[in-house]
């Protein structure tokens, strides 16, 4: 009897152990008081784990809106007396007696004298992580071509705005848990700066991306691949060991040739499941980006704000919540990526093949592509004066076909223009109304020229003076190269049987045909009814490289459904004049009798009109 009782209460005994432990792994903010003092982690520099104190000040709740909490702390050890609250410490995980209070996640911005930071409990990373779902488009969110560090900040605050106060004003906090805190520090407090690295750029290029991005929070910085780094850490163990609380942790957007990536710090690893930032790498919600191992290569001090100099290494994971707390991924294989292949041929005669992969989203892929193409005719052909390109290639969608590329641009901006033609039927793709897209890969053959290649169309005319209907007479179009060189092209144009009256022959350059399309065809080119019709209207667009001729003249017509059609019936015509309320009609007075497309090799600039009597 005395022995089962021992044995009863050393079992008891070890329940009471365990089970409060097992049940308390983290420490809710309601037990939180001042004074109380906790250990951080983080790694400062390579890959070592460093242990700061944290003295906690108090805790601010949000009692307005989200209902939000954060702790305020202050921080002591290591280099923080000197640098302040570091960039990139973003998620550094918090321990009071063993269990985890939360993620080292915002500061008092720029020039504080201490390192006061806010605490995003854990509490509250874990639970914004469990909604699930797709990522929506963001329909009204557009990126503005070309580039401009306004045009871009524009469309990031469009599509993005998490660089906020914990709050807008001191009335939405209460301060709990210490006295002298005054509750407007709550609209001072800002997520850390995320250190974005870059890697392979030209500084021309990157700039503008780089101010619009530090408006918006982060921290951008050049730094090449942590891969090789990580490699020769300890003989490679750094790679093969497993995440730990503490350890960086990268957000991959563009591997490669080129690179840019996001890094912070770990919070907690629960099984596969991994907790970072403690604060958005930009609120997109349901991602999916590649969770990537990082280098700490220094810290960098300074007065206005100090960062980890960090990059991106191997991928070990998915990152798929971006949350107002939190972003959360799963260790293991990463997401598919679009694979990007530019292959750059000069005039000099060399030949480059750049290969690179980026993320599949609706503002990062059309941003990203942009500055693959601009930042490889930057780097390897003239930055100042005229030159030429000639692209060629198709971006793939998953299910629905390619969208064709070949065109010539030519000028002062001419990586510009071609780096625009090819991105903008990609931004119109992904933020199309019908469905979602995903763009399956992108290949480009680019052939570069030193030299300016455009022609004017000087004049036209026929051969003869007599056009009949019914027959064909050879259109003459005089080019005037860049050089005054004369170019002659003929172009054989039948006239239709039906003819009568006076025609015109109209020969114009590619953006002139379009503005006339609009004014007199009330043909708008994106006004779409589905997908597959938006995928042809983007094959069809007009090229700088075409001379574009149109016979025209006086004849009933309409726009059904966005298709002009020239030319139709007395009867077909009042059939869709009795169903004009349906908005898919509208009648055209000008008709389309005929219309060629001649290929050059010249931009081609100008339109000149012919007027053709028909006789009977």
Known sequence: ?????????????????????????????????????????????????????????????????????????????????????????????????????????????????????????????????????????????????????????????????????????????????????????????????????????????????????????????????????????????????????????????????????????????????????????YGLGPTRFPMTRAYVHALLPSMASSMKIASTGEVIGTVQQDRATTIAGTLGAGPALIPVRISLASDRGTKKTFTIAMVNDQLFTPLLAYLSIVNTLTSYERQNGAASYVVRGTASVRKHGDVAFEDLFTGDQSSIGAAAYVVAPINVLLRNAFEDVELERLDLEIDASEQPRNATIDRVWIDGTRVKPGTRVDLKVLLRTYRGEEITRTVPVEIPPSARGTISVMVTDGTRLSQWESRELQVQPLQTRDLQQMLRVLNNARKNNRLYVRLLGRDQGAVVKGESLSSLPPSVMAVLESDRNGGSFRPLQNAVLGEWEIATDYAINGSRTLSLPIED
Not at 235 to 248: K, N
């Open 1 to 281: 009897m005395k022995t089962r009782l021992l044995i009863g209460a050393f079992a008891a005994a070890l329940y009471a152990a365990a089970g409060p432990a097992a049940q308390s792994r983290t420490f809710p903010v309601d037990e939180l008081k001042a004074g109380m003092v906790g250990v951080g982690k983080t790694v400062f520099e390579g890959d070592r784990l460093d242990e700061f104190k944290v003295h906690i000040l108090g805790v601010l709740r949000n009692v307005i809106g989200p209902r939000r909490n954060l702790i305020l702390a202050r921080l002591e050890g290591g280099p923080l007396a000197t640098t302040g609250v570091i960039a990139g410490m973003s998620g550094s995980p918090v321990y009071i007696d063993g269990r985890l209070v939360g993620a080292v996640s915002y500061s008092l911005g720029q020039f504080a004298k201490e390192p006061i930071a806010g605490i995003t409990p854990i509490g509250e990373m874990t639970e914004a992580a469990t909604f699930a779902g797709p990522r929506r488009a963001a329909a009204r969110v557009e990126l503005a071509l070309p580039i401009t560090p306004e045009g871009l900040r524009a469309s990031l605050r469009q599509a993005f705005s998490w660089a906020r106060p914990f709050a807008d004003s001191p009335a939405d906090v209460q301060v709990f848990g210490a006295s002298g805190l005054n509750a407007g520090i709550g609209t001072l407090l800002r997520p850390i700066a995320t250190p974005l690295t870059l890697g392979g750029f030209d500084a021309s290029v990157i700039d503008p991306v780089a101010s619009a991005f530090s408006d918006q929070g982060f921290a951008p910085v050049m730094a090449g691949s942590a891969i090789a780094m990580l490699a020769q850490d300890s003989g490679g163990s750094a790679a093969a060991r497993p995440l730990r609380p503490g350890d960086p942790v990268g957000v991959a957007l563009m591997s490669g040739d080129l690179e840019i990536g996001a890094t912070g710090t770990v919070t907690d690893v629960d099984g596969s499941r991994v907790y970072a930032f403690g604060h958005p790498f």
